[in-house]
């Protein structure tokens, strides 16, 4: 469950037949130094094929996280991992450090979630400020850290090996695509923001590709991949796995359906016992190219 679609940790408990045993990993949402309110509603809205998300970033800060929010989560049942966002590399460094001596499993930087700077850009535009970023956490904490790309730079391997060489765990993509709504009657935005995030299965084409492009730099470093972008049916979290995914995450289909990664499981294992393959890890980068 990817960091965007279960707050932190409690939005679909009281869901029915909902449990976090059918999930690897849960990622808490974005979490600031500071406590944030986010931007001002509207934060979603539906698209043909997707939604579009302008959050801001809404957080109760670190320390609550810590604090607060940790203890009460029952880690026995499933992961937990967090998720840091920032604006200066000093509030990203700040944030892992204090989550390196907490019960998380592992460590999201969230480089590349479309926001409102000072300056236009998104962080991991710059290359080498990502994996400066990287470079300065990774000399925070001992935990596994995974860094989140996005699709919108010009080379995503470029930038893949970078936050290697600068010591991530793992490289999760893609990230929301960045795009906007407009109602046509008021001519204003849908939302709060004009710019927004992307994401459901309109993207997932995108993100198939960037997987297959990155985990071709990643496999001979033994750096693992997390596929994600439109995710609802077993079908498509097979489809991430050919492509080079270790692990598939889900983020907006649970929106649609809480109960989906349950249903992804009992898929896969049915696709893996009609083909006689033992486990997923066959799956992973079994892409037959042409020719």
Known sequence: MLSGSNGFGNTYTR???????????????GTTLQPRGGYPPHRLAETALG??????????????????????????VTHICANVCGFTIEEYVEVTRRFDDTSVAAIELNLSCPR???????????????????????????????????AHHADIRAMA????????????????????????????SVLGQLSAGLSGAAIKPIAILNVMQVAEIARPYGVAVIGQGGVRTPEDAIEFMIAGADVVGVCTGLYYDPLVCTKIN????????????SGVAQLTGSLHTQG
């Open 15 to 29: 869901i029915e037949g909902f449990s976090y045993q059918d999930v690897g990993a849960v990622f808490l949402n």
């Open 51 to 76: 939604l579009l998300s302008a959050t801001g970033w809404p957080n109760p800060g670190v320390d609550a996280v810590v604090n607060t929010i940790l203890p009460a989560f029952a880690t026995e």
């Open 116 to 150: 409102d700077q000072a300056d236009g850009n998104i962080f991991d535009d710059d290359l080498e400020h990502s994996a400066r970023i990287v470079a300065a956490c990774r000399a925070v904490t001992t935990k596994p850290l995974i860094t989140k790309l996005s």
């Open 161 to 188: 090996r970078r936050c290697i060489d600068a010591g991530t765990s793992a490289l999760s993509l893609i990230n929301t695509v960045p795009g906007a709504a407009i109602n046509i009657e008021s001519r204003r």
């Open 266 to 277: 009992a898929g896969i294992a049915a696709y893996l016992a009609r083909h006689h393959l």
